[in-house]
């Protein structure tokens, strides 16, 4: 973990090099030790890491990497958080109809565990990607 943590604080100094040599030693000792949250996260944070350097592909297939764990192991959350971010990448990507099947399954989630913050955020995500389509109507009507 602290590796993970340790990239972090690297990625927020704006040293993305450096933040994505740590996630990856992270996520080699996690395979190693068999730290399946860890892993979760570290593949997440290299996720966030390739999205926000403009490679939206290799960030989903971090983040689906990443659900996939969370999945298996129940983080709830977590899961929220993954389908939230594909969502973003495809939206990126100008993939409409892909963000808005992984935001609404993020806004199901986020209903289901009462976490009122993570709702708003895809409400508010898939607003403005209905809106961008020309269909501000159903954006009103977002639950």
């Avoid at 973990?1 to 340790?6: D, P």
């Avoid at 976490?115 to 895809?122: A, C, K, N």
Wanted: hydrophobic share 35%.
């Amino acid at each position: 973990m602290f590796l993970n943590n340790l990239g972090v604080t690297y990625y927020n100094f704006g040293k993305i090099q450096k933040a994505t040599e740590l996630f990856e030693s992270s996520l080699a000792i996690c395979l190693d030790i068999g730290d399946k949250l860890v892993e979760s996260k570290t593949l997440s944070n290299l996720g966030l890491t390739y999205y926000n350097v403009g490679q939206s592909e290799k960030a989903i297939d971090y983040y689906k990497q990443s659900l996939a764990i969370k999945k298996y192991i129940g983080y709830r959350l977590g899961e929220c958080s993954a389908l939230g971010n594909i969502g973003e990448a495809y939206s990126d990507l100008g993939q409409s109809e892909k963000a808005i099947n992984y935001y609404e399954q993020a806004l199901s989630i986020s209903k289901e565990i009462g976490h009122r913050h993570s709702e708003g955020v895809w409400l508010g995500n898939l607003g403005i990607v209905f809106k961008d389509l020309g269909q501000s109507k159903k954006s009103d009507r977002l639950p």
